[in-house]
């Protein structure tokens, strides 16, 4: 255990400082920050001084030494048009972005891994090729088409639904939470379906692949000759045997949807992590954009530490050292 979690480790650092280098030396790249900062009629000095008050007179190594130097002591750089610390206001919007894609993550389950094991179970019956169908339309129907769908269809037609926002929070140990409210909930519902929708058609299919394969076994057809009930071969047998392909996507998803549900909250007016992003991209906000990315990348490696700790406790045959090899 020991010698695997530091291995992860320094693989985890060493994929940090790569992503560190390629991600800030594409920012340094892109267009010029202070011709968005300054103000048009700006004299030279005056345009001098914010070059050297923003780090941007010195040369790119030098810049990037001394963003690790301060990364290292947990400075990511201070917005240049906030003027807040990077971090700082990054993690400010995560509560909301985890929120998000949570609910999407846990509607995802409940529903997609049902469907799986039903088609996987029932592969002749019509519902269940109806359902396949249905999850290719659902996985392949880009997000911010569905986003736009579900606006003009709960907000516009039927007014059901707000638009945008957050909605009313409650605040716990500091954390604003939007599903503790009625009001909340009504604005978490389209994003969290939009961000689920292709979740579900995703899990449906691992899940229903794997049922499929496994309702074939011996053990199974071992199982069901000595009489045991169907429920609980499902329950004790198939299902837990395809856990563990199930675990690995949620856990890759749950990243992916952290790092990429720019889409949907953009659509929905989302106050999170992904809709800060695309504004920071757009005013050239360098700090502010490689420390998303710096800080998405450290939780993908903590995301697939976690999923690789949940397999052996899943499985006992599958053991730690083999997931080092």
Known sequence: MLLFTLQRMLQSIAVLLAVSVAVFLAVY?????????????????????????????????????????????????????????????????MPATFELVFLAMLVASIIGIPLGLYVGLKEENRIARAIMTGSIFGYSIPSFWKGMVLILFFAVWLQWLPASGRGETVSVFGIPFSFLTVDGLRHLAMPVINLAIPNIALITRLTAAGASEERMQDYVKFARAKGVREKRIVRRHILRNILIPIITVLGVEFGSLIAFSTITETVFAWPGMGKLLITSIYQLDRPVVVAYVM???????????????????????????????
């Open 29 to 93: 790249a892109v267009g010029d920050p202070v011709e968005l900062l300054v103000n048009p009629e700006a004299t030279q000095l005056e345009r001098e001084a914010m070059v050297s008050r923003l780090g941007l007179d010195q040369p790119v190594w030098m810049q990037y030494f001394t963003f690790l130097s301060n990364a290292v002591q947990g400075d990511m750089g201070t917005s240049f048009v906030h003027a807040e610390p990077a971090l700082q206001l990054i993690l400010s919007r």
């Open 295 to 325: 800080l998405v990348t450290f939780i993908f490696v903590v995301v697939n530490l976690l999923v690789d700790f949940t397999y052996a406790l899943l499985d006992p045959r599958v053991s730690l050292s083999e997931r080092m090899s």
